[in-house]
């Protein structure tokens, strides 16, 4: 039985949604790879090609990117009953408003620095939810 492990080096404490992030992209991973570790000839540079796509599938590795709101101020009422968001989401878009007011974009990391009360968890599930919903997107 063939074994993979993989390492994340890490700032900080892990949250368990990255540890199961990591699980499961590890077993995507090793399903992709089992046929060539019968013959690998210890060459890495062998898995890029089915690494990359899998570490932009698995891991959002854009929260340190610029992004943009796809709405109005003045809209954010309408899309709240329109798309059912909770009232965290909707705290987020307002601290996103705030932030715009000062600058022409905003990172994702901003509003996980700002809003200090909350779980991060919670926070990042609430920034998918949005980006989602295409209220805010990546700039690139």
Do not use: C, G
Request: proline fraction near 2%.
């Amino acid at each position: 039985v063939e074994e993979l492990r993989t390492v994340l080096i890490l700032k900080s404490k892990s949250s368990k949604r990255l540890k199961e992030i990591l699980l499961h992209f590890s077993y995507a991973f090793y399903v992709k790879i089992a046929e060539r570790l019968k013959n690998w000839n210890n060459d890495l540079r062998s898995f890029d090609t089915i690494i990359q796509p899998l570490i932009y599938e698995y891991f959002d590795i854009y929260y340190k990117d610029p992004f943009k709101v796809n709405i109005q101020e003045s809209e954010l009422l309408t899309y709240k009953k329109k798309l059912n968001l909770s009232k965290f989401e909707f705290q987020i878009m307002n601290i996103i408003f705030l932030i715009l007011k000062e600058k022409s974009h905003f990172k994702l990391m901003d509003i996980l620095e700002r809003e200090t009360d909350k779980n991060e968890d919670e926070i990042i599930s609430a920034l998918e939810s949005l980006i989602e919903y295409k209220l805010i997107k990546p700039i690139k």
